[in-house]
């Protein structure tokens, strides 16, 4: 499930979405080659975005339910990523209305991603959620006197986050006009989740709530393998307890306390996000040794990761330092594979 407020924040910084709503008031002016133009940038630039959630979503849920057994905190989820109308500014709101059937404050399925609760129900990107267990949600308003807000959307993404807390839930979808019951029985994943952040930084972090990756991070991720090892290293950190959210709340995975890897911030904590990353994109079905090879996408795009660096969480050691400390790992990872060993470090 998603949470608006950092994202819509970068995309606001980001032009994706206009800060106020003023000129949903007045009449459109005439189209021009200009106008015409520039929609269709418009149109690239959301298309562009969309297809890196879809990406993310993708590798996210593998991991998100090929660890629930680790995660400190987990919940049931669909698996699901969300968007509605009322996101969006103006102009970008008719492009996303006409392309995705999206209305107002009524959450649209942006992504079922494969194996998910979402897509075995059979919910697809464009299906627009109306109703949650005979109870219709809000269609609202994108825009007050106040100028834009998202208030509504927020009260019916935690609607169906009350939803999914029961065995199953039924909803009712629009597609291409037509209505239909759809049942949606969730799954136990990791309760962390994860949002592309519209930004042209290399970044990525995990909170204790959500992971957020940078779009321009995600770009250079040359195949799934690599962006699992991106993805799975933020994962780890929440795994490892590195940040906590009070209110991120679940049942402690039973093979939590196997870990051998120290919980809560040290200084070896990058490291040991980089080793446990292994460990947990391999539980979910991805290869470690091709995700290695992000470390090298990575210092290409960014030189200056080559050298070690300090954060909050602890050293960050140099690029080459980091390849040569997880050739052992991904050796363990495909000895425990070999031997049906658990992948548990």
């Not at 990107?125 to 609202?140: E, F, K, Y």
């Not at 519209?198 to 991720?221: E, K, M, Q």
């Not at 091709?290 to 200056?304: C, D, K, Q």
């Amino acid at each position: 499930m998603m949470r608006l407020s950092r994202r819509l924040r970068a995309m606001v910084a980001a032009g994706l979405i206009a800060a106020g709503l003023a000129a949903c008031s007045h009449p459109a002016p005439p189209r021009t080659d200009a106008g015409r133009v520039a929609e269709a940038d418009a149109e690239a630039r959301l298309t562009a975005l969309v297809a890196k959630d879809q990406r993310v979503a993708a590798v996210s849920w593998r991991l998100a339910v090929g660890n629930a057994d680790l995660c400190p905190a987990t919940r049931l989820k669909a698996g699901w990523t969300l968007h509605a109308a009322s996101q969006y500014g103006s102009e970008l709101r008719r492009i996303a209305e006409r392309t995705y059937g999206l209305q107002g404050d009524l959450p649209g399925i942006l992504s079922a991603p494969v194996a998910s609760p979402a897509e075995r129900a059979g919910l697809r990107q464009g299906d627009v959620i109306v109703a949650v267990n005979g109870r219709p949600l809000s269609t609202g308003t994108a825009a007050t006197a106040r100028g834009q807000t998202y208030d509504g959307l927020q009260a019916n993404i935690d609607r169906l986050d009350r939803a999914a807390r029961s065995d199953s839930m039924v909803l009712t979808v629009r597609r291409d006009g037509m209505e239909r019951s759809v049942t949606v029985p969730p799954q136990r994943a990791c309760a962390y989740d994860t949002q592309v952040e519209v930004r042209d930084d290399l970044r990525a972090l995990s909170d204790g709530r959500t992971i957020f990756v940078s779009a321009r991070l995600v770009d250079i991720a040359q195949d799934d393998d690599q962006l699992a090892f991106l993805l799975a290293h933020e994962l780890a950190h929440a795994v490892l307890e590195h940040a906590t959210v009070p209110d991120v709340q679940g049942g402690r995975g039973e093979a939590n306390a196997q870990l051998s890897l120290r919980r809560g911030l040290s200084s070896s904590s990058e490291s040991d996000a980089d080793i446990l990353g292994l460990y947990l994109l391999a539980r979910a079905g991805f290869d470690p040794g091709r995700a290695v090879h992000f470390l090298s996408t990575y210092e290409a795009a960014a030189p200056g990761a080559r050298y070690p660096q300090i954060n909050l969480r602890g050293v960050y050691r140099s690029i080459p330092e980091r390849r040569r400390a997880l050739e052992p790992v991904v050796a363990e990872i495909a000895r425990r594979q070999a031997a049906r060993e658990p992948l548990i470090p």
